[in-house]
């Protein structure tokens, strides 16, 4: 065998393994010595590594612990909020969102803390009365002493999750609530706040004594549909039942009064299996479509014995408002079933005409809705008007790509002109309305502030729909400017007017229905009270959305199974 192949000897095996080998020879040793630090260093570092990274593993298991023991304490205190993981112990969607932003979860407070704050100034100095006077400390029975404002709160207190004060309200309504009143009623007013508040509370909470009472103010209300035309009269006395319209329409019934109670007597008859609140209320649809014009804009007066329009504004703000939303609304309480495709198709039609009458301000673009009288237009939005970006972003989804997105920017630009009737003033709240010169953007008309909810529902709904943080804050700084100028000791009041910030003496019922339940759900994880299981009504009263099959009242057994905690525009009265 050649000498480089040759094998190692047994002794020269023993020669390696003997230190005395290496002690006489330094540089092998010294080399050695390098080679095994070396190779300790490498295994040390590894050693480290693996037990710093089972650190951070036992760690982050423990913040998954703490997380989730978190999110359940959330559930308990936001009303069930949130939406538990799946069975396989996985987190869905909904709970990330629930934890992704301490922001939202501390400014939700903040809105439920002013709703505490108005609500215990209710109820110290005001209690079952229809509205707080917050300067005077007492109350006034502004809708015949039916507790407006208590019911109203209803569903608020139960989304916020104020389990002790639902439970008294809850109470007084069981044993003090009596309808039985000689009083002239606005079927309208008392429609969206008695049997709307009334009817998202049963629906929220299962317990039947909601819906026994809204049936009992609804069969109060129903001789107002007796009319010729079945175009119902706008005051009814509660006891008497006699009905008739105010003086000062010449007789006629009002747009929004007449075609805002469909959503309310629908989700009545779904809920109790008794067709004639949906026939009642479905008959002034099938009557106003007869006639219903190309574009889809209908004038604020009809008359009651022909069920036609006579001459009269035609306004997306106060007295036409509403109708148009309960157009789209009642499309989407249906499930967006055939049954109810008449309604989206005279939406439709009435959003060709809410396009022509949108203009934009010089110098600044400002996108807005005027109004129409005749073949002229008067420059002039309501802040009514301001639900109406919030239901064009709900209503663009029904159309296709091309025409969705066309919808969808004209509501994010008539909101930020909502925005801006805020944020032009001294006191960042809007007037009651807005006129449009020629070189001049915005300027207030109508100067009083009352609490209003509609550019907040807007942002809402924007939010809901488009992610946009932008319409969060904007919604905060909104709140922000009732803090300080709304909020006093013993509750919150409008302002007389919005340049000066004078304080009127009203805390009109809809602060606590909407505005700050608006405020409340603009912060709040979208698995509370989501768009595509509850439908609002024009009070914020959200009403589960129930499939609509050939038209036929559904029968709702809700009281047998409790479920799960989740947590018209008004007229422009100035309170």
Same mark, same amino acid.
């Given at each position: 065998?050649?000498?480089?192949?040759?094998?190692?000897?047994?002794?020269?095996?023993?020669?390696?393994?003997?230190?005395?080998?290496?002690?006489?020879?330094?540089?092998?040793?010294?080399?050695?010595?390098?080679?095994?630090?070396?190779?300790?260093?490498?295994?040390?570092?590894?050693?480290?590594? !693996?037990?710093?990274?089972?650190?951070?593993?036992?760690?982050?298991?423990?913040?998954?612990?703490?997380?989730?023991?978190?999110?359940?304490?959330?559930?308990?205190?936001?009303?069930?909020?949130?939406?538990?993981?799946?069975?396989?112990?996985?987190?869905?969607?909904?709970?990330?969102?629930?934890?992704?932003?301490?922001?939202?979860?501390?400014?939700?407070?903040?809105?439920?803390?002013?709703?505490?704050?108005?609500?215990?100034?209710?109820?110290?100095?005001?209690?079952?009365?229809?509205?707080?006077?917050?300067?005077?400390?007492?109350?006034?029975?502004?809708?015949?002493?039916?507790?407006?404002?208590?019911?109203?709160?209803?569903?608020?207190?139960?989304?916020?999750?104020?389990?002790?004060?639902?439970?008294?309200?809850?109470?007084? !309504?069981?044993?003090?609530?009596?309808?039985?009143?000689?009083?002239?009623?606005?079927?309208?007013?008392?429609?969206?706040?008695?049997?709307?508040?009334?009817?998202?509370?049963?629906?929220?909470?299962?317990?039947?004594?909601?819906?026994?009472?809204?049936?009992?103010?609804?069969?109060?209300?129903?001789?107002?549909?007796?009319?010729?035309?079945?175009?119902?009269?706008?005051?009814?006395?509660?006891?008497?039942?006699?009905?008739?319209?105010?003086?000062?329409?010449?007789?006629?019934?009002?747009?929004?009064?007449?075609?805002?109670?469909?959503?309310?007597?629908?989700?009545?008859?779904?809920?109790?299996?008794?067709?004639?609140?949906?026939?009642?209320?479905?008959?002034?649809?099938? !009557?106003?479509?007869?006639?219903?014009?190309?574009?889809?804009?209908?004038?604020?007066?009809?008359?009651?014995?022909?069920?036609?329009?006579?001459?009269?504004?035609?306004?997306?703000?106060?007295?036409?408002?509403?109708?148009?939303?309960?157009?789209?609304?009642?499309?989407?309480?249906?499930?967006?079933?055939?049954?109810?495709?008449?309604?989206?198709?005279?939406?439709?039609?009435?959003?060709?005409?809410?396009?022509?009458?949108?203009?934009?301000?010089?110098?600044?673009?400002?996108?807005?809705?005027?109004?129409?009288?005749?073949?002229?237009?008067?420059?002039?939005?309501?802040?009514?008007?301001?639900?109406?970006?919030?239901?064009?972003?709900?209503?663009?989804?029904?159309?296709?790509?091309?025409?969705?997105?066309?919808?969808?920017?004209?509501?994010?630009?008539?909101?930020?002109?909502?925005?801006?009737?805020?944020?032009?003033?001294?006191?960042?709240?809007?007037?009651?309305?807005?006129?449009?010169?020629?070189?001049?953007?915005?300027?207030?008309?109508?100067?009083?502030?009352?609490?209003?909810?509609?550019?907040?529902?807007?942002?809402?709904?924007?939010?809901?729909?488009?992610?946009?943080?932008?319409?969060?804050?904007?919604?905060?700084?909104?709140?922000?400017?009732?803090?300080?100028?709304?909020?006093?000791?013993?509750?919150?009041?409008?302002?007389?007017?919005?340049?000066?910030?004078?304080?009127?003496?009203?805390?009109?019922?809809?602060?606590?229905?909407?505005?700050?339940?608006?405020?409340?759900?603009?912060?709040?994880?979208?698995?509370?009270?989501?768009?595509?299981?509850?439908?609002?009504?024009?009070?914020?009263?959200?009403?589960?959305?129930?499939?609509?099959?050939?038209?036929?009242?559904?029968?709702?057994?809700?009281?047998?199974?409790?479920?799960?905690?989740?947590?018209?525009?008004?007229?422009?009265?100035?309170?």
């Amino acid at each position: 065998m050649a000498r480089g192949s040759r094998s190692v000897s047994s002794s020269s095996k023993w020669r390696y393994c003997n230190p005395g080998y290496y002690l006489k020879r330094p540089k092998r040793l010294a080399l050695l010595f390098i080679v095994f630090v070396s190779v300790s260093f490498v295994v040390w570092d590894r050693q480290t590594l !693996v037990s710093e990274h089972q650190v951070e593993i036992s760690e982050l298991r423990k913040e998954m612990s703490d997380l989730q023991n978190l999110l359940e304490e959330l559930n308990k205190v936001h009303g069930g909020a949130v939406r538990k993981g799946d069975s396989k112990g996985t987190t869905n969607k909904s709970t990330k969102e629930a934890l992704d932003d301490p922001i939202d979860i501390q400014r939700r407070e903040k809105v439920k803390e002013a709703m505490l704050h108005a609500w215990n100034s209710y109820e110290k100095y005001a209690w079952g009365q229809d509205e707080l006077m917050p300067q005077s400390k007492s109350g006034v029975n502004s809708f015949g002493g039916l507790g407006a404002t208590l019911i109203d709160s209803l569903d608020t207190l139960y989304i916020m999750g104020l389990d002790e004060q639902f439970q008294k309200a809850r109470e007084w !309504v069981a044993n003090s609530l009596d309808f039985n009143k000689d009083y002239d009623a606005s079927v309208f007013e008392t429609t969206i706040r008695v049997v709307g508040g009334l009817l998202s509370t049963y629906d929220l909470s299962g317990d039947k004594i909601f819906l026994d009472k809204a049936r009992d103010i609804a069969d109060r209300l129903l001789p107002a549909w007796n009319t010729p035309s079945g175009i119902p009269y706008n005051i009814i006395n509660l006891s008497h039942g006699r009905a008739h319209n105010p003086g000062w329409t010449g007789g006629s019934s009002i747009l929004a009064d007449s075609g805002t109670e469909q959503l309310e007597f629908i989700a009545l008859s779904q809920r109790t299996g008794d067709p004639k609140y949906q026939q009642k209320v479905e008959n002034v649809i099938t !009557v106003l479509n007869k006639t219903f014009p190309d574009d889809g804009l209908l004038p604020i007066y009809i008359n009651p014995d022909s069920g036609t329009t006579s001459y009269s504004p035609i306004t997306f703000g106060a007295m036409g408002d509403s109708f148009y939303e309960y157009l789209l609304k009642v499309w989407v309480q249906g499930n967006k079933t055939p049954a109810v495709k008449l309604y989206r198709d005279m939406w439709e039609k009435s959003m060709k005409g809410l396009l022509s009458l949108v203009r934009k301000s010089s110098p600044s673009s400002f996108t807005y809705i005027c109004e129409k009288n005749g073949g002229s237009l008067s420059d002039k939005m309501d802040e009514l008007a301001c639900f109406a970006p919030g239901m064009i972003a709900l209503g663009s989804s029904g159309y296709g790509p091309e025409d969705s997105q066309k919808f969808m920017s004209l509501a994010e630009e008539l909101a930020w002109t909502c925005y801006n009737f805020y944020q032009s003033t001294a006191t960042k709240l809007a007037g009651e309305n807005y006129f449009f010169h020629s070189g001049q953007d915005m300027s207030v008309g109508t100067s009083w502030n009352i609490l209003r909810p509609e550019t907040v529902e807007s942002l809402f709904y924007l939010w809901r729909l488009t992610g946009n943080k932008t319409y969060q804050e904007w919604g905060w700084n909104i709140f922000q400017a009732f803090e300080k100028n709304s909020r006093i000791e013993s509750g919150y009041v409008g302002l007389k007017d919005v340049n000066n910030g004078v304080k009127d003496d009203m805390m009109q019922s809809f602060f606590l229905a909407e505005t700050l339940k608006y405020l409340y759900l603009l912060f709040a994880p979208t698995s509370v009270i989501p768009l595509d299981e509850w439908v609002f009504n024009t009070e914020a009263h959200p009403l589960k959305i129930v499939t609509r099959d050939g038209g036929k009242p559904v029968k709702n057994s809700n009281e047998k199974q409790k479920p799960p905690r989740i947590g018209g525009r008004k007229e422009g009265r100035s309170g």
